[in-house]
């Protein structure tokens, strides 16, 4: 069955290091999404690609995060530098063009962020 | 701006009873599409049930169904027979469709969520 992968599920880094974040979506979706949550809350969505092409950054702290996907398959999450704040999970998600049955977004398992 | 309010932040239930999880949203659209995700404790959200707005019809998916009220803008999650294995963060979300330079792309917004614990 194919699933989003996202990479690593783990990390830990000081405050005020860079960290990356890596996203694999399933086969032939053209929209994937990235989301922080911070525990016991909803997630909130941080930047949506449509292809290669960002559709919507409004939430993404411009100064510190950056993301990319350049042939529009996988993609990256960056902060540099890292603050406590960050700590949250990053979840990623993917989902097929269109309406109707392909609007569903399938998740990956995350990646949970501790900022020390 | 869409807003999704969850307004029950924790509920409990025994295995075998029924419990109602609510969801109210905000909108202008008149086309959108409602979702409950599943995320149960260390795992991956999941797709519990869909609603498309233009459709009369509540959904339903064997033990889940939907009460869908489009005018008064409310999408409770019915959950019938409760298992163990329901335990988890539930989540409405919210999806309309933006058209920008000649394509269209949904874009998902989710509530706070309500944890579900049932009890054996």
């Known amino acids: 069955e194919a699933e989003v992968a996202q990479s690593p599920r783990y990390k830990i880094t000081e405050k005020s290091q860079a960290v990356a974040f890596w996203c694999d979506p399933i086969s032939g979706h053209a929209t994937l999404y990235w989301y922080r949550q911070i525990l016991g809350q909803g997630p909130e969505l941080l930047v949506q690609?449509?292809?290669?092409?960002?559709?919507?950054d409004s939430q993404l702290p411009k100064d510190r995060f950056s993301a990319e996907r350049l042939k529009g398959v996988d993609s990256t999450l960056k902060i540099q530098p890292a603050e406590l704040g960050d700590s949250a999970m990053y979840l990623c998600?993917?989902?097929?063009?269109?309406?109707?049955?392909?609007?569903?977004?399938?998740f990956g398992q995350g990646t949970r962020l501790t900022v020390v | 701006a869409q807003t999704v309010t969850q307004s029950q932040p924790e509920m409990s239930v025994q295995e075998a009873e029924t419990v109602t999880l609510s969801c109210t949203y905000d909108?202008?659209?008149?086309?959108?599409?409602l979702f409950w995700y599943k995320q149960p404790p260390s795992r991956q959200m999941i797709l519990v049930i869909r609603q498309e707005a233009y459709k009369q019809q509540n959904a339903t998916e064997n033990r889940f169904s939907v009460n869908f009220q489009k005018a008064a803008k409310s999408f409770s999650l019915k959950i019938s027979d409760s298992q163990l294995g329901d335990t988890a963060m539930y989540f409405c979300?919210?999806?309309?469709?933006?058209?920008?330079?000649?394509?269209?792309?949904?874009?998902?917004?989710f509530g706070q969520g309500t944890i579900l614990t049932v009890h054996p």
């Open positions: 998600a993917s989902s097929l063009r269109g309406r109707g049955m392909n609007t569903e977004a399938f």
């Open positions: 690609f449509q292809d290669e092409s960002v559709v919507d």
């Open positions: 909108t202008s659209e008149n086309n959108y599409y």
């Open positions: 979300a919210f999806m309309k469709h933006v058209f920008l330079g000649g394509t269209s792309y949904g874009k998902l917004t």
